[in-house]
């Protein structure tokens, strides 16, 4: 009897091994803590759902589909290293994440250095599909001169003549932000339209004071924080306090769901930014496919999804249909299935674009409802008018202008 026992002990353990041995695994890679923990975890449940939805559809090739999760912290030193553990001890195929810019260029080129795929998930500096792009790393959310160009246009349209004042986040994301804003909105005269610099990713409440002082004492009509995460929040609780909202339009080049939801409708209300997508869009528009991901995830977590859900959940399906495409996991066949393709998810239509792996999609440009809109929402959560929309192929840079910014980093022309 103990002898039948423990055979049969021994056969589940193999069947159990060989499931194991059998998962494909992915790599998700995001902040778990610090400042941008929020857009971290809308990561986190966007990826879970989309692995569920794969697994009950058969998974990927016939394998069930594991998610290996590691914390960012937001520390780019700290994400190529987690990129490195996630692929030579656990094998993930692909790995994706990041809030920070810096983190997922960092991650990306540990990628690249073990022939694996790094998908962007929230990164919006030009620089990583740009002078830091290479052939392993797609961007899934547009980038600074794509939310720029068509905020620009909105803003010249209703704003025109307004002096700006600029408070931006001191690093990559942020140059990047502020200069394709300047570019956009003809602000780049900074006399006329100065700004400032906070720390990151060491930023305290007393820098975003003293930034916003600064703003009070110009003639500012427009003011654009160009902070994300945690530093927005506080900077625009702050600004209101100083009555700021009362004579700047507030403009949050880069807004999330999160964002808004932490610092309430009172204070978000009038508040103009550029989302790449928000849940409201696909009901409005009629993409029936985008409904039923909002549907899903409502239930499922009892919140709205944000870009940041629907950018995670977006890139475990397009790598699965890329594999599934490609007919095997092995990575030069999967970047090769994936350039030039277009799609259709949860918007319109949008291409991993081949020359530079950015995700060429409609820019929307958005502006916080009033307190008594959002709240009628079922979750309290319908904080975003859409304004304005810009096509995809009018964002996006053209080839002529990414080869440029490649020529001023010294980068070959061509990805790497």
Known sequence: MRVRTLLLVLSLSMVSLTSVAETLKLGLNYPQSGRYQDQGLQQRLGAFLAVDEINQQGGILG????????????????????????????????????????????????AKERDRIYFGTLTYSN?????????????????????????????????SDSNYYYITADYTWGWSVEESLRQFT?????????????????????????????????DAEVLALVLFGDDMVRAINIAYSMG????????????????????????????????????????????????????????????????????AYSIVHQYRDAVERAGTTNTADVIRALEGHRY???????????????????????????????????YSADYFEIVYSLPGNEAARTLEEWQKDRRKAGMPLTLQ
Do not use: C
Request: net charge negative; hydrophobic share 40%.
């Open 344 to 378: 259709s998810l949860l918007k319109d239509e949008q291409e991993w674009r081949a020359f530079d792996h950015q995700n060429v999609q409609s820019v929307y440009v958005v502006k916080l409802r009033p307190r008594e809109q959002v709240l009628a929402d079922e």
């Open 127 to 159: 620089a990583t599909t740009g002078s830091a792009g290479h052939t392993h790393m797609f961007r899934e959310p547009y980038n600074a001169w794509m939310s720029a160009k068509a905020l620009g246009r909105y803003l010249s349209e209703t704003h």
């Open 63 to 110: 394998q069930q589909v594991e998610l290996v999760i590691r914390n960012t912290r937001s520390d780019p030193e700290r994400g190529a290293r987690n990129t490195a553990e996630l692929i030579d001890e656990h094998d993930v195929k692909m790995l994706f994440g990041g809030v920070s810019s810096a983190v997922a260029i960092a991650s990306g080129k540990a």
């Open 244 to 311: 700021l909202h009362k004579r700047m339009q507030i403009v949050v080049p880069n807004i999330t769901l999160g964002m808004a939801r932490q610092v309430g409708p009172t204070i978000m209300e009038g508040v103009i930014g550029a989302v790449p997508w928000v849940w409201n869009l696909p009901a409005e528009m009629g993409y029936q496919r985008g409904e039923a991901f909002v549907k899903a995830f409502s239930e499922q977590y009892e919140m709205r999804p944000s870009s940041a859900a629907a950018s």
């Open 186 to 218: 003809s602000t780049n005269d900074t006399g006329a339209h100065p700004g400032v610099t906070t720390p990151f990713p060491t930023a305290l409440t007393s820098d975003f004071q003293a930034a916003l002082e600064q703003a009070a004492a110009s």
